[in-house]
């Protein structure tokens, strides 16, 4: 099916790796610019060569933390400068630790609020400017089921991913006027397929730190699916909620992408 991606220009945040990856990936494979907007210059470069090997759109690394509106700033700066245009932004960065709340810090409550839900404000603000001007642009950021659930060990992460469901609604009711959609997708547990898809700033170089091989077949045994979510799953979300031409009518809306985890 032709989406209708060809040529629009998209930024990527956190498209280095593991879901943000497939994200860039598939919208390059859609004919899509993508800018891969991420800390991790290492694989920010593996990520954008693979996809100019593999596809027709043009993919771009650029290095920036979306906590820094400087940064920020100018990656938009850059793209506009660049292409003319930002009709897709996907804010896909993410972090978490997996810890009780009661064994946390503030700091590390401050580090979350910031990567989780401050770069989803700076980014969308920037994003918001250009494509209302424009009269056209699509804005999906990730969440996590974890903000619908209440998950033990993601208390700080888990609050703020449901604030970013709440914020992209809000967007999208102030901005659908000007012909911009903003909706959420929330994946469940997503493993890469294999470490080429991730470097040393993703969650999951060590997934035993996170999850044991134990754990995840007993988290896939939960699941109505009964599998672990892989990043294509997600982007494939992603891509139809870009998409002007099969997404045309859909904002606000928060859709899990999980298995069946959650069903809220
Ligand atoms: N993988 C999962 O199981 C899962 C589940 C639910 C939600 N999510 C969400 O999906 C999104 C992607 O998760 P993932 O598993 O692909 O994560 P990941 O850790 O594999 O990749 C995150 C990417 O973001 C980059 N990044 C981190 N901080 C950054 C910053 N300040 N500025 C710019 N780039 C930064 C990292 O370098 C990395 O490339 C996140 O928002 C995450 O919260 C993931």
């Excluded at 494509?131 to 998950?151: F, H, L, P, R």
Aim: proline share 2%; charged share 20%.
């Amino acid at each position: 099916m032709n989406l209708d991606l060809d040529e629009k220009i998209a930024i990527v945040t956190g498209g280095a790796s593991n879901i943000g990856r497939a994200i860039s990936m598939n919208l390059a494979k859609e004919g899509a610019n993508v800018i891969v907007a991420d800390l991790d210059t290492e694989q920010g470069q593996i990520t954008s060569g693979a996809a100019n090997q593999q596809y027709s759109g043009e993919v771009i690394f650029q290095q920036c933390d979306v906590t820094d509106t400087k940064n920020v700033k100018s990656l938009f700066e850059m793209t506009v400068g660049k292409y003319g245009a930002v009709d897709v932004l996907v804010n896909a960065v993410g972090w978490d630790e997996l810890q009780y709340f009661t064994a946390t810090e503030p700091n590390f409550w401050d580090k979350i609020i910031e990567i989780n839900f401050k770069g989803v404000l700076n980014c969308s603000f920037e994003a918001l400017k250009i494509m209302n001007t424009k009269g056209s642009g699509s804005i999906v950021s990730i969440s996590s089921d974890a903000s619908k659930q209440g998950e033990p060990r993601e208390a700080v992460y888990g609050a703020m991913k449901a604030g970013v469901n709440s914020f992209m609604k809000t967007i999208a009711k102030e901005n659908g006027r000007y012909g911009v959609r903003c909706n959420t997708v929330c994946p469940g547990v997503t493993i890469p397929e294999d470490d080429t898809e991730v470097g040393d700033s993703s969650m999951w170089k060590n997934i035993d730190s996170m999850f044991t091989q134990e754990q995840l077949a007993k988290i896939a045994k939960t699941l109505p699916l009964k599998k672990i979510g892989r990043p294509q799953d997600v982007a494939n979300a992603v891509l139809f909620l870009a998409s002007n031409k099969v997404a045309g009518h859909i904002t606000g809306q928060v859709l899990s992408v999980s298995g069946g985890y959650s069903m809220v």
